[in-house]
């Protein structure tokens, strides 16, 4: 959207640009919208803090990227602040490079469109200072890009390509994204939020059913859910969101330090395995009480001495 300004020259109107990043909130999930170039952490400082506070509460964030890239460190800021999203999900409908093509690759969901262009490659860089000083940047440079671009980019490229995105550039076509299972068509991901929106969940309570997979779910504050059995819960936690949208879902450990990436049928098989190991358990365990193994013993009875009768003087009857 354009705004016309006050120009010093009369009959000229100067056209604004309003500023590329913005971030919205609204359908219980916020929205981060980066199109065009990443600008300086300097210029988009409120951003970033907004999106800080935005994440404590909302756990769900779209990120739609068109951009071609920019500064690396908004970048970092901006990967920093969405670590505290418990689900995001990247969109690119046009084309998503350098800086962009980052962000959009560490969407816990990635949605493109077929005609989506992607490339990455590795910073460049220009620097002003004497020759020591460009050593040590270069050598500095050389450690944290690779980490960069693994967190980021995980198994979407090759080693053999990530080694020569180091060098030149790799492109992907969003066709190639969704074909190597790495990314869902965008149509394909509206109608999932719609059928999860309307008719697959239905909620009671604090309770949620789910009549795809015809389970019953516990909710928690944290917007994540456990599946509810006849004789036991489920430690396993998962993002609702993600078991009703994604292919892949992630699963919180029981200790909820660690967590697992599992497809859709390797998350229902899971679960299970859990629920039928509960029920061989507890299967054993009626049939030990049925032949008396886990019955108690009898307890010895204490014998308990009786009080002799006291003996009483009768009084002497009258002579």
Known sequence: MTKPAKSNSPGVAVIQQTK?????ESDGIARLFLHGKFESVEDNTKLVSDLH???KKFNIIEVWVSSDGGYVTILTEIIEALRNFKTVVTICNSSASSAGAMIWSL?????VSPFSQL????ESYGYYGK???HEDVLE???KVFPILMEYCVGDILTQEEKDKAMYTEIHKSGKEMIESGFAIEYQDYQQRVHEADHGRFSQIGIMYYDNLRQVTMMSTPDGMVSIVGAIDTSPYRAS???IGVADNIRVELPNHDDMMILSAEEYCDMEQKYFDDVSEKYKKLEEEVKKGGTTRKPTKKRAVKKAAPRKTTKAPKEA
Do not use: A, C
């Open 20 to 24: 590329p990043f913005r971030l919205e």
């Open 53 to 55: 506070d935005i994440s």
């Open 107 to 111: 969407g816990d969901i990635r949605v």
């Open 119 to 122: 490339m990455w490659h590795r």
């Open 131 to 133: 020759t020591n000083q």
């Open 140 to 142: 500095s440079q050389k």
């Open 240 to 242: 609702f969101y993600d």
